[in-house]
T-cell receptor, first 117, second 114 residues
């Protein structure tokens, strides 16, 4: 069975602080994919990133960066110089081999990030 | 708009009544998913459609839940004899192909069962 754990339920930071959202996963698949989604107050989840299990290179996109470590089964997300607009619930998700007939994602319970002035 | 459209956005019903939730995916997206989001529970997978067929309906919680998709487009999630524990936000998502993992979500239908 697949499982995603986001131990941080809520994080509050002051604008311009850096913040890291933790994600730990469990899977028996050798091929799997990891995702982060953002859910702003409007409710519509927005795709942020997909990584496959064979690519452990860290990725940076603007103020966002992701650290994938298979050795610790973690896929952490860091926001540098946070802004109020980053306030949202962030979900980490996991799927098995996407070509196996569908991309059913297993989501964590989410981390509520509040960025205050 | 060009995004995933869900209706109704809010539904309040009495216990025991049937409800239908509708999802209109992005045009051309072959894969369609229903998820349920309950407070503090994350997102729970319900069912996946590829075209009009449902290869994976493993997440439907009971036989009171059913879903169909017609014309490879619009999908309807039906909950019969609603119970209070069915109260949740029901999210629909679509993707261009089934193996990208990049899902485009609607804003959800909030169901409250009194």
């Amino acid at each position: 069975a697949q499982k995603v754990t986001q131990a941080q339920t809520e994080i509050s930071v002051v604008e311009k602080e850096d913040v890291t959202l933790d994600c730990v996963y469990e899977t028996r698949d050798t091929t799997y994919y990891l995702f982060w989604y953002k859910q702003p107050p409007s409710g519509e989840l927005v795709f942020l990133i997909r990584r496959n299990s064979f690519d452990e290179q860290n990725e940076i996109s603007g103020r966002y960066s992701w650290n994938f470590q298979k050795s610790t089964s973690s896929f952490n997300f860091t926001i540098t110089a946070s802004q109020v607009v980053d306030s949202a619930v962030y979900f980490c998700a996991l799927s098995g081999d996407l070509t196996g007939g569908g991309n059913k994602l297993t989501f964590g319970t989410g981390t509520q990030l509040k960025v205050e002035l | 708009g060009a995004g995933v459209s869900q209706s109704p956005s809010n539904k309040v019903t009495e216990k025991g009544k049937d409800v239908e939730l509708r999802c209109d995916p992005i045009s051309g997206h072959t894969a369609l998913y229903w998820y349920r989001q309950s407070l503090g529970q994350g997102l729970e997978f319900l069912i996946y459609f590829q075209g009009n067929s449902a290869p994976d309906k493993s997440g439907l919680p009971s036989d009171r839940f059913s879903a169909e998709r017609t014309g490879g487009s619009v999908s309807t999630l039906t909950i019969q004899r609603t119970q209070q524990e069915d109260s949740a936000v029901y999210l629909c998502a679509s993707s261009l192909m089934a193996y990208t993992g990049e899902l485009f979500f609607g804003e959800g239908s909030r169901l409250t069962v009194l």
